[in-house]
């Protein structure tokens, strides 16, 4: 059986958004004193620069979310870095829908839909109304392990439209982005200039408390999204 080069494009652009992002967030953190100053040193354009760079960086799958929220609450603040990771993730989700039109097309929902289960998992998120796909899509972005870029060619190759996706987009991914530029604000507070600076600031003992503490309430966020889904039918 001859298989359908969307199909293919659309399985190797999966694997690429499930895997590189990681990789180049612990670039992203390595560098972050440069990438921090960079950003300083666009002075009042510092946050439309930052907010471009977020949705190109994440609409292309490059860098996750996550990380690029913790960079914008370590370079602007907790108030503006919230905005600047907002309007970047709006683009990316802009950005990263529309190039996963481009690729998938209708091929992977016509194989979706040869499959009973899944077709109905799909008819459930797309064919409701537009209020409850983007409450669907809230769901499915609230999860802090959420990965944005292959969670793009997911919703676009299925077939979701495109405002409930930017709605739910916006709603589902304000809570644990918040909580990124919090964290990513709390440790520009110290005066550290990067990392390995906030280290010798701070302690590995209260740097250690600080990674417990926020993989403890990233956890309980990510049980509330499951439980959450399944009780909307999806998960």
Known sequence: MKRDPRVVMTAALAAAWFTLPLGVSILLFAHLGEVSDWL???????????????????????????????????????????????????????????????????????????????????AALV??????????????????????????LVLAATGVRFLPMIAGSIAGMLPRTAVACWVGAQAASTGAKDLAELMKKQGPMAIVIGVVLLVAALAVMQQIGKRALRAAGIG
């Open 40 to 122: 300083r040193g666009h002075g009042s354009m510092g946050a439309f620069v930052g907010a471009g760079a977020f949705a190109v960086a994440a609409g292309i799958g490059l860098l996750p979310t996550y990380a690029q929220a913790v960079l914008m609450g370590w370079v602007f603040g907790f108030a503006t870095g919230t905005g600047v990771s907002v309007a970047g993730y709006v683009g990316g989700a802009l950005i990263g829908w529309s190039f996963s039109r481009l690729v998938a097309g209708d091929s992977v929902r016509a194989l979706i839909d040869r499959q009973p289960r899944w077709g109905v998992v799909r």
């Open 127 to 152: 064919e409701a109304s537009a209020p409850r796909t983007a409450f669907l899509v809230a769901l499915l972005r609230f999860p802090p392990n959420s990965p944005f870029a292959f969670t793009n």
